[in-house]
């Protein structure tokens, strides 16, 4: 036991010693179920006079030379070595090798089309790993004696939200906490035993003003967008309301940046289900809820999928009978703003209304203007209009303030923030200035401004809840419910 333990300080000092000649800011390992940290590399190699042993060793050594797009995170336990890659693998995988100088990478978690494939959580009995498919999130846990993996499945539910986190530092134990959550259970946190899967209930979120799980009934569901691609849906709504088309219905978008929008429990949307408006949330392209393929289909000169996938959404529910025509209250924030801004100008008739968090709106001329913060970080998400020509002409047949049409609009409910440094308040005010000045029809278009808050909004938890309040107020009274 004291030979075992000699060897895993000697290798956890070589391993050290070795991450810090590959450029490591905070270098440490994980060789053993005693010895657990984390090793965090610069993001490039030492220079010559960096290295105080004058090897001219660099991370490129032993992982390769660094390649644009490709991503990798190497951490070692119990003597090997598992690196987690989208080195062709789009969606990831995991390779594993005995040591880093005389490598033999094998595969140890295989890529999979449109499923990404998370890290790994080490126990000295157990390997637990994450998968993301469909925009839903799994858990699988391997024996590590028997080389069994299986799913942690402790729902009886579809649609939810799986969280693992460790009891404490020693590895040596059976035991994690397993969490989750869906659109219609509050936050649970469970102590779990791995090897006899008997749970105990340790954490609940608590809703003060009382909360029955049972009342709400959660669908997931696919539709056919524009170029046939399935696109999955969540549709949360009251036990009571009816599904014959008179229910209005908030649907919600982002499709950016690759965020996916998790099927997580909010208690603030209990305040419009309750009142018979269906909660849908489109996980549509420029997420990456079914993997890397899903964001760049909604990115660059294919952002228009997440437009098209949004209204489909629209479509799909009017024509399953969740609602009608000129029922839909569409919502975003951010890039979020900017898709609520694509769709109504091309699809108006479809809402009712739309509510714009601080929105994206004028794209094309922030585009163009590479001293603002955030452009030339974006050139990847968006393009670069000012240099290539194609990326000014796409730009410019979505961005909102550039295709405002005179014609009906539904009621508009923007907002904006004096000190928003990623989006500038003169986006949304230029928006809402040409679309008073074109529009055909009567309905509300209200613009409010904070004058104190950046783009997260208001500092403070009153803050946020008194814009949910605002936005929400805003949804009640054009559907008639105040």
């Known amino acids: 036991m004291v030979k075992d333990q000699e060897f895993l300080k000697s290798k956890a000092s070589y391993c050290l010693d070795l991450a810090q000649k590959m450029g490591a800011t905070n270098a440490s390992v994980t060789v053993g179920h005693s010895i657990s940290e984390t090793v ?48 062709n693998a789009e969606d990831f995988k995991i390779d594993i090798c005995d040591n880093l100088e ?10 999979k089309d449109e499923v990404l494939i998370g890290g790994l959580t080490f126990l000295k009995n157990w ?92 669908e997931r569901v696919e539709f056919k967008s524009h170029d046939g691609r399935m696109v999955p849906l969540t549709i949360t709504r009251h036990k009571k309301t009816k599904i014959d088309g008179s229910a209005n219905v908030l649907l919600y978008g982002y499709g950016s940046y690759g965020n996916s929008m998790s099927p997580s429990f909010s208690s603030t949307r209990l305040s419009l289900i309750n009142r018979d408006i269906i909660w849908a949330t489109a996980h549509i392209r420029g997420g990456m809820e079914k993997g890397m393929k899903w964001w760049k289909e909604g990115k660059l000169t294919n952002k228009k999928n997440t ?8 479509k799909y529910l009017i024509e399953k009978n969740y609602t009608s025509k000129g029922k839909i209250i569409g919502m975003g924030g951010s890039a979020g703003g900017l898709l609520m801004g694509a769709v109504v100008n091309q699809s108006p008739e479809l809402f009712l209304g739309i509510i714009m968090a601080v929105p994206f709106v004028d794209s094309l001329t922030t585009n163009l203007d590479h001293s603002l913060p955030l452009t030339v970080g974006e050139f990847d998400e968006f393009g670069n209009a000012k240099e290539n020509k194609e990326h000014f002409d796409y730009i410019f047949s979505y961005a909102p303030y550039n295709n405002i049409k005179k014609m009906d609009y539904p009621h508009i409910f923007i907002t904006t923030s004096l000190s928003d ?46 814009e949910i309040a605002i936005d929400y107020a805003f ?7 105040i």
């Open 40 to 87: 965090n590399f610069r993001n490039k190699s030492l220079e010559a006079s960096d290295r105080s042993d004058g090897l001219a060793l660099s991370i490129e050594t032993y992982l390769g030379k660094r390649e644009r797009g490709v991503l990798y995170s190497v951490n070692s336990w119990d003597g090997k070595f598992y690196n987690h890659t989208n080195k």
């Open 102 to 111: 005389n490598q033999n990478w094998k595969t140890y978690i295989p890529a």
């Open 127 to 218: 390997i637990i790993r994450g998968e993301t498919s469909d925009a839903l999130d799994k858990l699988f846990v391997k024996n590590i004696s028997t080389n069994i993996e299986e799913e942690l499945i402790f729902s009886d539910e579809t649609v939810y939200v799986p969280g693992v986190s460790l009891t404490q530092k020693d590895r040596n134990t059976d035991e994690v906490h397993l969490g989750y959550s869906s659109p219609k259970t509050p936050s649970r946190v469970f102590k779990y035993n791995l090897a006899t899967k008997s749970k105990e209930l340790v954490k609940e979120q608590e809703i003060p003003s009382g909360h029955n799980k049972d009342d709400y009934i959660v």
């Open 307 to 314: 437009f098209e996938d949004y209204i489909y959404a629209a």
């Open 421 to 466: 440094n990623r989006v500038l308040f003169d986006e949304p005010a230029k928006f809402t200035a040409k679309l008073r000045d074109y529009k055909t029809d009567n309905n509300l278009l209200l613009l409010k401004t904070e004058m104190n808050a950046g783009h997260g909004g208001k500092s403070g938890r009153d803050g946020a809840i008194e």
């Open 475 to 481: 949804a009640l009274k054009i559907s008639n419910k």
